[in-house]
């Protein structure tokens, strides 16, 4: 992943990006920060790059034409990397965002300063505004920070296995369970029992509900947001291999429904408006015939054909009928099954958090 950070301060981003684990990201190499001085761009002999605003107010505007070349600098050999403007006015980062960055190969942080940038430059060149939080900061570089570290742990090889970032806390609009270390005790409080006792099933229950609770708590905004993702397949093994990727990559907590067994399949499901439902099927009126006794109640859905056709209109009208809202239908190819999970799963996710 390349970086390419714009700002009148390269020290700080530059500083600040060669600790911890992202400066390790930048030593082996998965990582590459390259910092452009909007300054040198600068089309005055003092080397200015702000002016007085237009209208009159306090404070001074950045310059269109320093930032304009300086982003011009960045584009060369016909590459077009996606241009982000970090400001407080724009949609919050969120996790889900994050991952859709880590996609990219490179990408333009433009850190403003001052009261602003010249608005005219931002209409030509910046493809997305992002800020990090409700707050005003002095200058765009820390959220740039903030948006390269959270990016950088997506990136193949930044964190170490132990360290992974395929579950995260977020992911699910979950916040983490608590953890404990040694001791055992500690100033009288001992770690919950369940955690010593070595029963995985029982362990992870737990977390999930620790999880819940604290996120009901602390983050009620998410908490309205939680939904419980199914994936149900019903097919040959494609739609198998595929319906059991998808779902370890979308959720910690997924469940995946094998309706190839008859005993799934004679049993009645109905689903409700808080879950998620992913059906992964290859053939359309053997999935109606599996799916015959499961139903929805307005729940959110998505259909995945796995083979090369569309999701066909009787397969999409039998689950608006079954009481399924569908937001998404995407067929399957099978080269690059790998890069095809994450870009589905992705767009699932950016569904649900639509919600
Ligand atoms: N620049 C100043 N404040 C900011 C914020 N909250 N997010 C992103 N960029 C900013």
């Known amino acids: 992943m390349i970086f390419h950070v714009l700002t009148l301060f390269p020290d700080m981003i530059q500083s600040a990006a060669s600790a911890s684990i992202f400066g390790r990201g930048i030593k082996a190499g998965h990582i590459t920060v390259h910092t452009v001085n909007i300054r040198d761009f600068s089309a005055n002999k ?8 237009y209208g009159g107010g306090a404070g001074m505007v950045m310059e269109a034409e320093p930032v304009y070349r300086a982003v011009q600098s960045v584009m060369k050999e016909g590459r077009r990397p996606k241009v982000i403007y970090l400001t407080p006015q724009a949609p919050v980062l969120t996790q889900t965002k994050v991952e859709e960055l880590a996609a990219e190969e490179e990408l333009v942080l433009l850190c403003g300063h001052y ?16 800020s990090i939080g409700d707050y005003v900061l002095t200058g765009g570089e820390l959220a740039a920070l903030v948006l390269m570290d959270a990016v950088s742990r997506f990136v193949p090889g930044v964190l170490h296995n132990e360290e992974s970032s395929q579950f995260e806390s977020l992911q699910d609009n979950l916040l983490e369970y608590p953890q404990y270390t040694r001791p055992e005790v500690w100033h009288e409080k001992a770690v919950p029992p369940v955690l010593l006792t070595g029963d995985h099933k029982k362990i992870t229950e737990w ?7 604290r996120t009901r708590e602390r983050r009620p905004d998410l908490y309205e947001k939680i939904c419980s993702t199914y994936v149900v397949f019903n097919g040959p093994e494609n739609a198998a291999l595929f319906a059991e990727t998808l779902n370890e990559k979308l959720s910690r907590y997924g469940m995946l429904l094998n309706y190839n067994r008859n005993k799934l399949i004679r049993a009645k499901r109905v689903f409700t408006a808080r879950d998620f439902a992913v059906f992964v099927i290859e053939d359309e009126a053997g999935a109606m015939t599996a799916f015959r006794n499961i139903s929805g109640t307005d729940t959110p859905a998505a259909v995945i054909l796995s083979g090369t056709e ?6 999409l009208h039998f689950l608006e009928k079954k009481g399924f809202a569908v937001l998404y239908t995407e067929n399957t190819a ?3 099954f790998e890069g095809e999970v994450s870009r589905i799963c992705l767009e699932i996710r950016r569904q649900m958090d639509s919600l």
């Open 46 to 53: 003092y080397n200015r790059v702000d002016d007085y605003p």
């Open 115 to 130: 009261e602003g940038i010249d608005e005219r430059v931002l209409a030509e060149v910046a493809d997305e505004y992002i």
């Open 334 to 336: 099978e080269e690059d």
């Open 207 to 213: 977390r999930h509900a620790q999880s819940v609770q």
């Open 310 to 315: 569309k999701p066909g209109e009787a397969f």
